[in-house]
């Protein structure tokens, strides 16, 4: 059974950046899309970024231009860069690799 796990959330203030790192227990990505999400509290997930498998990505509207998400196939991890976070992206993020979901990572934005 393959894992997924997330890491490098935590508190930055608004305007601040923050990248999450999402490990496979072995080599998945480069055959696969590799999506990440959110969940704010009371709120549904959102899916915020999709790292196609030939490298191509797509972004939710509100996060282009703030956020990257890249891919170190030799390391089994995938990366979702955020820069210049705003609080309403408070949430814990989550990577996505069709039925696998990661823990989550708490991330808070908040000065």
């Known amino acids: 059974q393959v894992q997924l796990v997330e890491s490098g959330g935590g508190l930055v203030q608004p305007g601040g950046s923050l990248r999450l790192s999402c490990t496979a227990s072995?080599?998945?990505?480069?055959?696969?899309?590799i999506g990440w999400y959110r969940q704010a509290p009371g709120k549904q997930r959102e899916w915020v970024a999709l790292l196609h498998n030939g490298g191509s990505t797509t972004y939710k509207e509100a996060v282009k231009g703030r956020f990257t998400t890249s891919r170190d196939s030799a390391k089994n991890t995938v990366f979702l860069q955020m820069d210049n976070l705003k609080p309403e992206e408070t949430a814990v993020y989550y990577c996505n690799v069709g039925k696998l979901w990661g823990q989550g990572t708490q991330v808070t934005v908040s000065s």
């Open positions: 072995r080599s998945i990505f480069s055959i696969n899309a």
